[in-house]
């Protein structure tokens, strides 16, 4: 009997102490500052299923911007001449189709130039080009090319050389009185163009003649000779007649004869 209530009453202790050191009691040194050492963990949600979703994984490549939109169908642009001569100008025919809220502009030379807004529009320039190259000409609908060309600019030639030969191959002049004076020169020339120009003076009247045969009787440019005159009649062409008689064939000198 003595021993059976030293039995129990080990067991009503035990259990005592259990109850002031359970989950609900503070922790010694913990303050009696219940979860201030808790972590918290996030919470994943479910899916459709029932089972754990998986987070979504960020993308480290993003999509490109899309690519702007196709304006050819809308622009047009043409040319008279794709190529010219540097210092020429070309002539540029342009039209663009714009919506609300856009305009349009082309390049003409060095120049943008403003074509409109609103509507079809339609324009005709003479662009000019002054130096040789290439040059790109384009027409834009709010800065995004629509239509774009190349015209190209050649260098300007330089002069050919002078062409030909002349020379004088005598003179006659005949006094037929006191006032009146003939001079006749026999020109030889050889290798010039048609359309060259003979030129000599006369005093104060310069008299000129086309190479290259026609109805008016002008030499032939092949070669050969020819004769000019100069004819002064009166006592003030007599007054007039100049010291020497000079023979061109374009700016070239032939040869000058005394009077």
């Known amino acids: 009997m003595k021993y059976a209530f030293v039995v129990l009453s080990v067991l009503a202790l035990s259990l005592l102490f259990a109850g002031c050191t359970g989950p609900g009691s503070p922790q010694q040194g913990g303050g009696g500052n219940p979860g201030a050492n808790d972590k918290t963990i996030p919470r994943i949600p479910a899916d459709d299923n029932g089972g754990t979703a998986v987070a979504p994984e960020q993308n480290p490549n993003p999509a490109p911007a899309p690519a702007p939109a196709d304006l050819s169908s809308r622009c047009t642009l043409s040319f008279d001449n794709d190529t010219v001569v540097q210092g020429g100008s070309v002539g540029v025919s342009v039209s663009a189709y714009t919506q609300a809220g856009e305009s349009a502009s082309y390049l003409c030379g060095e120049q943008e130039k403003i074509l409109g807004s609103n509507g079809l529009l339609k324009a005709f320039s003479l662009c000019k080009y002054p130096a040789a190259g290439n040059y790109e000409v384009w027409v834009k609908i709010n800065g995004q090319p629509c239509a774009s060309k190349t015209v190209a600019v050649v260098a300007q030639a330089a002069p050919a050389p002078a062409s030909g030969s002349c020379s004088i191959l005598g003179s006659k002049p005949t006094a037929y009185s006191n006032d009146h004076r003939l001079y006749e020169i026999s020109v030889k020339y050889d290798g010039y163009e048609p359309g060259d120009k003979l030129t000599w003076n006369c ?24 004769t000019v005159t100069c004819e002064y009649v009166g006592s003030l062409a007599i007054e007039n007649i100049p010291p020497k008689i000079s023979v061109k064939i374009n700016d070239g000198l032939c040869g000058e004869v005394s009077t």
Do not use: R
């Not at 005093?203 to 020819?226: H, R, Y």
């Open 203 to 226: 005093g104060p009247l310069t008299k000129f003649m086309s190479l290259g045969g026609n109805t008016f009787g002008n030499p032939s440019v092949a070669g050969g000779s020819l």
